[in-house]
């Protein structure tokens, strides 16, 4: 039987990571299992899945400028509903909502990897890089964390603090990690 994440897991965008508007670097953000797993020996597979000078970190709306619509509706007519769009990002409804009424960005270019191998090969349970967040089998529970990185990612708040076996930077600024924690959580209660 598969889970509902496998079914909404979406192939990869075709736009880069860097190419999103107010991107500034290609950082990415591990969980990881213990704190000592920082001395890696990473496949060269994982090279090619990150971006070039990418680092690693581990670890709806309301809209804006605009006037309500009040209407008399034509006597006996049905009521109309917009419709919104489809959460095609991986990321379960109620956070992508908790996310993005925290943080004021739309999280709809976002895709989650659930299932993935590329943790393990940076001996992490889950990483995100860019719009893109990959979580390995049965690390579910770190999703909020890995989300609100995307966050920081997109500020521009994420520089390389270390380097990875083959010269893949990594960021594992402390005062990061316990803000996406902390950030998660309170995305989680909102979406609620």
Avoid: C
């Avoid at 990150?50 to 690693?56: D, E, N, S, W």
């Avoid at 299932?115 to 390995?136: C, F, M, R, T």
């Avoid at 990594?170 to 990061?176: G, I, R």
């Amino acid at each position: 039987m598969r889970s509902s994440h496998e079914k909404t897991r979406q192939p990869d965008d075709s736009r880069a990571a860097s190419e999103h508007p107010g991107f500034r670097g290609t950082a990415v953000q591990r969980a990881t299992g213990h704190p000592d797993e920082d001395k890696l020996e990473k496949e060269p597979t994982v090279s090619a899945m990150l971006a070039p000078g990418a680092t690693v970190q581990r670890a709806d709306a309301p809209l804006k400028d605009e006037e309500p619509i009040n209407r008399m509706a034509a006597p006996g007519a049905a009521p109309v509903q917009a419709k919104a769009e489809p959460n095609r990002t991986g990321l379960p409804d109620g956070l992508k909502s908790g996310v993005e009424n925290l943080s004021g960005q739309d999280l709809s270019d976002v895709r989650v990897h659930y299932n993935s191998s590329a943790p393990a090969q940076l001996q992490a349970l889950a990483y995100a890089q860019g719009n893109d967040i990959h979580v390995g089998p049965g690390q579910e529970k770190h999703v909020p964390h890995e989300a609100w990185h995307v966050v920081q990612q997109r500020e521009g708040r994420v520089q390389p603090t270390a380097q990875l076996m083959k010269g893949t930077p990594l960021n594992d600024d402390p005062s990061l990690e316990a803000e996406a924690t902390e950030m998660g959580n309170k995305a989680l209660g909102l979406g609620m």
